[in-house]
C-alpha cells in the first residue's frame, strides 16, 4: 500500500572560518528549530556545486569557496511531515567573504566553535562533519 516518495536534491553546505563552522537555525521544515548548515533544494538544471554556492548566499550573505562534497544523506520528510524526501548532498567550503546575516528560510546565522555547538539542538550529522571538518582544517579559514 505505501507509494514510492519523490525524492528531491538538496545541498547544504559546512563553511568553515577560523576553527568555527557556519550554522543557521532554521526557520521552517525540514528541521525547523534545529541548527544546520545553510542549504535547500536544487533547482531545475542547476549543478550541486551551484545550488550550494546560491543557497549559502540567499540564506546568510556569505560568500566560500573551495566546495568539496563530504557526504550524501536522505532526509525521510515523513520525520517532518513533510510530503516528500531529500538527498541532501553537504558540502564543505571556506569562507570567501561577507557578514553573516539570517534571510531566506533561516532565523539566526552564525559561526561556531565545537563547544558551543555541543549546546545547540542540532539537526542530524551536523557535529560529527563539522568535527570531521575543524578537526582536519585546524585553524585555517
Do not use: C, W
Not at 513533510?82 to 541532501?88: E, G, I, N, R, S
Not at 567550503?93 to 542540532?122: C, I, K, N, Q, W
Amino acid at each position: 500500500m505505501n507509494a514510492a516518495r519523490e525524492t528531491l536534491p538538496a545541498v547544504s553546505v559546512a563553511v568553515v572560518r577560523n576553527g568555527t563552522v557556519l550554522l543557521v537555525k532554521r526557520a521552517r521544515q525540514p528541521s525547523q528549530g534545529l541548527y544546520a548548515f545553510p542549504g535547500g533544494k536544487v533547482e531545475a538544471g542547476e549543478a550541486l556545486e551551484e545550488a550550494a554556492a546560491r543557497e549559502l548566499l540567499e540564506e546568510t550573505g556569505l560568500r566560500a569557496t573551495g566546495f568539496h562534497p563530504l557526504r550524501e544523506i536522505h532526509i525521510d520528510g515523513r520525520d517532518d511531515n513533510h510530503p516528500v524526501d531529500y538527498l541532501l548532498t553537504v558540502f564543505g567550503a571556506a569562507y570567501a567573504g561577507g557578514e553573516a546575516v539570517a534571510s531566506d528560510d533561516a532565523e539566526t546565522a552564525a559561526f561556531y566553535t565545537l563547544d558551543e555547538m555541543e549546546r545547540l539542538p542540532l539537526a542530524g550529522s551536523v557535529f560529527a562533519v563539522a568535527e570531521g571538518l575543524i578537526g582536519r582544517t585546524g585553524s585555517q579559514s
